[in-house]
């Protein structure tokens, strides 16, 4: 049987990202995210909303591009895998904590104050290291959609 550990979240930050290093200077950038899911009641006809919360951890250089450039309430989607952590804490209590590790990400909003978007899509912000690239500040500008000739 195979196995597969792969999430694929949008939302927004329910906090500013925290960077840390490690000893061997690694970066370790820690935040929350806030994905909501609406639906309508079957029964009442009622509009439902559910957010969910969760906790992500990005490491390396995609780890400083999200400090850099994410704050709360930014928009971000990500793509990574489930991490399971378990510690006693203190008072000799077990503790367990479920988190998404950060492979892939994506800006869903432009850079400026006010996530204002002037109908551009968002800068591609795919930090996955070696194979796939490493985001850059000097890239091209996105193409608009009205800029393509079809």
């Known amino acids: 049987m195979a196995n597969l550990n792969r999430v694929i979240l949008a939302g927004n930050l329910t906090r500013d990202p925290q960077l840390s290093y490690t000893p061997n200077n690694t970066a370790v950038c820690k935040f929350g995210m806030a994905i909501s899911r609406n639906w309508t009641d079957r ?25 850099q450039y994410m704050s709360k309430g930014r928009g971000l989607l990500v793509e990574g895998r489930l991490q399971f952590s378990q510690w006693t804490n203190p008072e000799g209590q077990k503790r367990s904590k479920l988190e998404v590790v950060v492979e892939n990400f994506q800006f869903l909003d432009r850079r400026g104050g006010d996530g204002a978007s002037d109908g551009r899509p968002a800068q591609d912000a795919t930090a996955a290291a070696g194979e796939r690239g490493a985001w850059s500040d000097d890239a091209p500008p996105p193409t608009a959609d009205s800029d393509i000739p079809f």
């Not at 951890?57 to 591009?65: K, M, Y």
């Open 43 to 67: 029964n009442s006809g009622e509009k439902r909303e559910e957010t969910c919360f969760v906790d992500l951890t990005a490491f390396g250089r995609p780890g400083e591009i999200i400090n």
